[in-house]
């Protein structure tokens, strides 16, 4: 059955669990490509806290519900891919062109930002586990209270870039492939070893995204059956 949530108060009374371990819950999750796909391997999965189902994380008080959910569930591995805009690599040119719509960008991202890290740290004290992704470099990290988080001796990066995982243009028979450099953090290596691989190895020709946002935000919905 189909369960439609469009609030913070939604997800708390169909998500609520007794005792028992999710496999994952995501935070930014968009469609929740993740969690479907999680539950095809029959795993349990938790919310998806996004805006796309109504959940706005910049409101203090979402950002408490769902800090208190994973504190308070047993989440195995939380899946976050918070806003990037104004950390990405391109964030330097666009707050020299236009530094308003940055510093809005930018107040819509922080609290994101911080949320995610204040669940990373949740999950490492409760023994659990947590993998982001963010372009890379990201001044994402940071933010209050990642620099923590990543002095943690499990915390491990790794870097990759997207066209070695399978990352195309849409809407054309033969898309060329898009770089675009990227990084996972985990709370344990198993998280992001397979990525270790994923370094673009120059044998194929890349697209070109500069300035093409939008294209680029549809090539990177994930395509699967």
């Not at 994952?24 to 479907?36: D, F, H, L, N, Q």
């Amino acid at each position: 059955q189909t369960v439609y949530l469009t609030s913070m108060i939604d997800f708390e009374n169909v998500h609520k669990t007794q005792n028992a371990t999710i496999n994952i819950a995501e935070v930014c999750g968009g469609a929740a490509r993740t969690s479907r796909r999680a539950a095809r391997q029959h795993m349990s999965t938790g919310p998806n806290f996004d805006i796309v189902v109504g959940i706005d994380l910049t409101m203090r008080e979402n950002q408490h519900r769902v800090l208190r959910y994973f504190c308070e569930e047993d989440v195995l591995v939380a899946v976050m891919a918070p806003v990037c805009t104004p950390y990405g690599p391109m964030s330097h040119l666009k707050w020299s062109i236009n530094p308003e719509a940055m510093e809005d960008q930018l107040r819509t991202a922080r609290p994101i930002a911080r949320l995610c890290g204040y669940i990373a740290g949740s999950q490492l004290a409760k023994g659990r586990h947590f993998i982001q992704e963010q372009p890379h470099p990201s001044s994402l990290y940071q933010e209050t209270p990642w620099p923590s988080v990543l002095r943690d001796d499990r915390v491990v990066q790794m870097r990759y870039d997207r066209c070695m995982c399978e990352l195309r243009e849409t809407g054309r028979s033969n898309g060329l492939a898009i770089k675009k450099p990227s990084s996972m953090a985990a709370s344990c290596m198993e998280l992001v070893w397979p990525f270790r691989n994923c370094k673009c190895d120059g044998r194929h020709e890349h697209a070109v995204m500069q300035g093409n946002r939008r294209q680029l935000s549809t090539s990177q919905l994930w395509a699967w059956n």
